[in-house]
């Protein structure tokens, strides 16, 4: 059972929800905020303790005006840790979540049992430009990032409402300022990916547009021991075009790590 | 009221057909499109159309700044400003204006600026904008930081041009240890400053403050929003404790003049309608990249009036929305007193070329415009005048 939770980290509220049984994993979203992970967070939670944030700027989240790039955030997230008294846990993240989830793990590795990324942006592969997502308009987006008929749908109908625009907008404004120039990477976290020795995962589906998947195997050429898997008929969001795959890897990944 | 030739300096050669194929004549429409045989020729003969204005007795000559687009071939305006220093010679120049959260040193702009004032003993205007949407795509510039790049750079501008060098400056995105500006500034204590806005709130509070009295000159509003907006930069002087004088608004708009409303309609038509729907023609996330405006204004823009920005204007339309002053000098006249009165402005930045419209059309707006119309509405400067 997921429950909705509140917590005040230096002044900015964090909105979280948090629930399962397992081990504590949590879980950074993307650009998109919480929207993608709505229908496979109850398939997370049988065997997880999973926490899913929004980052501040974000949904439900304070706006967080002070944090002014990802290493603010990535400090940020320490904090969160602290104040949730969690002194050891999986750590997931998703595009922009898992770029954060990089930056996080290169300041504390010792504290993350294991990392998983997904899709995730942080690096620049050079001569293989990304997609340039802020000039998409919303309909574009989940034709350009998404491959199953289905998702698109479910996608498009949390787009719809008042309320869905301006948390849509939210969103992409918070991602822009984080994520704007250099465009979703630091160019200087690719120096210090070797810190990254606990067990790693690298899920990508074959078909992404924003993170093409040469992109996936960056990531893999850069952190050691890392394990990579990667998806047909497969866009920007695993866990909505490969459900089954995406949670039956990253079970296995995380029961393994902390065996 | 005080006239002023602005010219935006468009590719006006541009295949109108490019539409087939882009969805805009900025950002993503190939430089393949530009000729610089035919640029060359534009390039002098824009010139040539801003020094005929001076000789017609207009009070000023406007350049503005743009980036990556056949709509405005400005990347530059200080080369066009610093050609025209020396030829234009009774009228005021202006650059309307910089865009500063876009420069990495905005300093930059306090020495040009200061440069040209020098040059033409104080005929200079000094406007600041926070550049279009499309531009933050064009530079890289995180438009999230906008505003406070815009506040920062224009402080910085102001003290370079008005305290005693050398200054250390500590700022969030500009920092310098040695801020000591040669030249200084001709005009005491620094050059009249426009701000050239569509005109949000703010902008216009922070213009009208008393420690600034900026002229707010609004651009590409319909008649009825920019009355609108007029009343907000009075109500706020009056809040401030002042009354606003006509002298510190202005409006920026296309006018085609000639002999009969007929001919002026029907020479002006393509050119008009090539302008706002080919030359300005932009997607939404193009113009308004995240960040660039409020989260609020953002979501009642895409709620209310999705489809606007890509609008298909035609003349009648523009005309009638009053973005465009067409017809015979007694016409335009009319409409222009219609829009001093209403709107309460003292100066008016007339776009006499736009679009594709061509020389011979430029020559003969330019001159029965200063001949015909502002004769009309000389030496009239008033206090708070609107009804």
Known sequence: MVTEHRIDIRGCQVAYQRGGKGEPLLLLHGMDGRASWESVLSRLTEHHDVILPDHPGFGASGSGEWIDGMADLALFYLDVLDALQIESCHL???????????????????????????????????????????????????????????????????????????????????????????????????????????????????????????????????????????????????????????????????????? | MKFYSFHLMPYGALDLDYVEKHISASLVLPNSYYDPQIGHQLYNRYLDELELADELGFDGVCVNEHHQ??????????????????????????????????????????????????????????????????????????????????????????????????????????????VNLWPRPFQQPHPDVWIPSGGSLETIRWASDPKRKYVYLNVYSNVDVACGLMDTYRNCAEAYGYTASSDQLGMALPI??????????????????????????????????????????????????????????????????????????????????????????????????FGSLPHAQTKRNLELFAEEVMPHFRAKVTAGSCP
């Not at chain 1, 993240?93 to 989830?101: I, K, Q, T």
């Not at chain 1, 690298?202 to 924003?210: M, S, T, Y």
């Not at chain 1, 992109?215 to 021991?225: F, Q, R, T, V």
């Not at chain 2, 000098?329 to 006499?352: K, N, Y």
């Open chain 1, 92 to 259: 997931s993240g998703h595009c922009l979540g898992g770029w954060l989830a990089a930056e996080i793990a290169v300041m504390q590795p010792q504290r993350f049992k294991s990392l998983s990324l997904c899709a995730a942006a942080g690096i620049r592969v050079d001569g293989c430009p990304m997609g340039d997502a802020f000039l998409w308009n919303p309909d574009d987006t989940i034709g350009q990032l998404i491959v199953d008929p289905q998702a698109r749908e479910t996608m498009r109908a949390k787009q719809s409402s008042e309320r869905d625009i301006e948390l849509m907008l939210k969103a992409r404004q918070m991602s822009a300022r984080l994520a704007w120039h250099p465009r979703f990477h630091n160019p200087h976290l690719r120096k210090w990916l070797h810190r990254l020795t606990m067990p790693t995962m690298i899920q990508w589906g074959e078909n992404d547009r924003l993170f093409p998947v040469a992109y996936a195997h960056g990531y893999h050429a850069m952190i050691p021991n890392a394990q990579l898997h990667l998806y047909r008929d497969c866009g920007h969001f695993p866990m909505l075009d490969a459900t089954d795959r995406y949670l039956e890897h990253l079970d296995a990944f995380t029961a393994k790590a902390s065996a």
């Open chain 2, 69 to 178: 687009s056949a709509y405005g071939l400005m990347p530059t305006p200080a080369v066009m400003a610093g050609a025209l220093s020396r030829s234009v010679k009774r009228g005021k120049i202006c650059i309307l204006g910089r865009a500063l959260p876009l420069l990495s040193n905005p300093l930059s702009v306090a020495e040009e600026y200061a440069m040209l004032d020098n040059i033409t003993g104080g005929r200079f205007i000094a406007g600041f904008v926070r550049g279009i949407g499309v531009e933050y795509h064009a530079t890289g510039v995180n438009p999230t930081y906008s505003l406070e790049r815009f506040h920062e750079a224009h402080d910085l501008i102001i003290r370079a041009w008005t305290e005693e060098g050398p200054f250390p400056f500590e700022g969030k995105h500009y920092s310098y240890n040695y």
């Open chain 2, 256 to 353: 085609y003049v000639a002999e009969t409303d007929a001919i002026a309609r029907r020479e002006a038509k393509p050119h008009i309608e090539a302008f706002f729907n080919k030359f300005l023609r932009m997607t939404n996330e193009m113009l308004l990249p995240p960040g660039y405006t409020s989260v609020s204004s953002l979501k009642t823009l895409l709620i209310t009036s999705r489809e606007t920005l890509m609008a298909n204007h035609s003349l009648e339309a523009v005309d009638k929305l009053g973005m465009f002053l067409v017809g015979s000098p007694e016409t335009v006249r009319q409409r222009l007193a219609e829009f001093e009165q209403r709107l309460g402005i003292g100066h008016l930045c007339a776009i006499m070329q």
